[in-house]
């Protein structure tokens, strides 16, 4: 008898596992179907990117953009809506940007160039020196002073091509743009030239932060476009390079106020804990930022509109978060900490979007490997829509900060392919997102918001 009670409770046991399990499919394509054929995020995505356009921390842009979304998220539902202050970095590229090779026959020709972000410009009238090309900090510490002083330094570093995750080759190939003027610039370089950070040879020049080191002088710091870091590569080479011309106009003004956008959706059970779901709102100068971070921010709005058509009431409150200076500064990110440091409920999860609106592919989260494991019973609820795994990994830079409250944060990793074809070029616009792939990013963060929120992690 004790042995048949025993078998009782295991076969009640596994009936309750099947039946939750057969609940969760029938939610998640009841979140997915209504994001399908209703979303209204590619039409809220076409707001940000030709109504309002580039945005710029500190900008008119960024301002309007935070009164756009805001609206967003009341039409989409949320039981309230507020702007969270906060400061961010104002700098502006200006209206000259001129970078010209004269080679050893007195022919110039100008390299499709733009500033770096967060850099400074050059004394008035640009400066003119010979060019030195280094691959690596290990080629730059060799020359020293004596090979570097008085020269514009070249960093044609490639993104390595034989890496399939491209996120890895942007990271190690990035060091060169973050902090290579001011390593040039403690070994006397007048001026930076990096190549821009994409994985295909085009003509459009890449920009995105620098950041100096206060100990050494601010010198100018340009991207050239990859197929004119491949000619100016082979000139060097050749000996048909006499000099370089690096003219811009940048600068940098006092931090001005700003503002995270947020949409709350309260909790029906534990309305004091909270999952937040964001992308950033600003965006580099240089074109609409469709990709970085456009449909991040449209995604997390979706998840709120879905659930309200649905008339789903999560059991955990949502709070879905525009963040304000990812770009060049993460003050919005850092405020949404303070905030939640102090405010009231407690941010048990963080997930955000910022890898690009393509096919979804799989969630990233930043938890040991024995909870990862749990996670894996929830894998096949999200097949059937493109996210083939959950692992670990990082989440965005935004909600980074809230690792000091203890939140578990994740974020979405869509299809890397072509992503840095347009990361931070004059090519991340409207046209460049494709409506399906956007909606299937949507729903896989709308079935994970739903399920952490029923379940906890």
């Known amino acids: ?111 499709r160039a733009t500033a770096l972000g967060n850099s400074l410009s050059n004394p008035k009238g640009g400066v003119r020196a010979s060019v030195v090309e280094v691959k690596n900090y290990d ?4 020359l020293g002073e004596k090979g570097i002083k008085g020269k514009i330094v070249f960093y044609n570093n490639p993104m390595n091509p034989t890496y399939i995750n491209t ?41 995105g932060a620098t950041v100096y080191n206060d100990s050494f002088p601010k010198i100018p710091a340009m991207a050239i476009s990859t197929m004119d870091a491949e000619w100016l590569s082979r ?6 390079v006499r000099s370089m011309f690096v003219q811009t106009s940048c600068e940098m003004l006092p931090d001005v106020l700003s503002y995270n956008v947020v949409g709350v959706l309260k909790g029906r059970d534990i309305p004091g804990e909270y999952i937040t779901v964001g992308g950033h709102l600003d965006s580099w100068d240089l074109a609409e930022g469709a990709n970085d971070d456009g449909t991040g921010c449209v995604q997390s709005i979706e998840i709120m509109r879905s659930f309200k058509a649905l008339s789903l009431r999560p059991k955990r409150s949502i709070h879905v978060v525009m963040f304000m200076n990812e770009e060049n500064g993460g003050g919005g990110g850092h405020a949404y900490r303070d905030s939640a440091r102090t405010g009231v409920g407690k941010p048990i999860f963080a997930l955000e979007s910022d890898a690009g609106g393509f096919t979804p592919r ?11 494991l749990k996670l894996k019973a929830w894998e096949p609820l999200f097949r059937p829509y493109g996210v083939y795994e959950l692992s670990a990994g990082g989440g965005g830079s935004d909600i980074s900060p809230l ?7 994740a974020g979405l ?45």
């Open 167 to 207: 996120f890895r080759a942007y990271g190690e190939s990035g060091i060169y743009r973050r902090s290579g003027p001011s390593r040039a610039a403690k070994l006397g370089a007048v001026a930076v030239l990096v190549r821009s950070l994409s994985s295909t040879i085009d003509s459009f020049p890449h920009t």
């Open 1 to 111: 008898m004790k042995n048949y009670s025993l078998f009782l409770v295991l076969i009640f046991s596994l009936s309750g596992n099947v039946y939750a399990q057969n609940e969760n499919e029938v939610m998640a394509k009841r979140i997915a179907d209504e994001i399908m054929q209703h979303s209204q995020a590619y039409e809220n995505l076409r707001v940000l990117c030709k109504k309002v356009g580039p945005r710029l921390s500190g900008s008119a842009n960024a301002l309007k953009a935070v009164n756009e979304t805001a609206q967003m998220l009341r039409q989409a539902g949320a039981d309230s809506v507020y702007l969270q202050p906060c400061m961010v970095t104002h700098w502006v590229r200006g209206n000259v940007e001129n970078c010209i090779a004269t080679t050893v026959q007195g022919k110039q020709l100008k390299l």
């Open 403 to 409: 690792k000091e409250l203890e939140t578990t944060l």
């Open 413 to 457: 990793s869509p299809d890397s392919q072509r992503y840095f074809y347009i990361h931070h070029a004059a090519t991340d616009v409207f046209e460049a997102v494709s409506k399906r792939e956007l909606e299937l990013g949507a729903v896989n963060m709308a079935i994970l918001t739903w399920l952490v929120s029923e379940y906890g992690l």
């Open 139 to 142: 080629e730059l510490v060799a």
């Open 362 to 372: 799989a969630i990233h989260f930043e938890l040991p490997e024995e909870n990862i």
């Open 235 to 240: 000139e060097i080479a050749a000996k048909q």
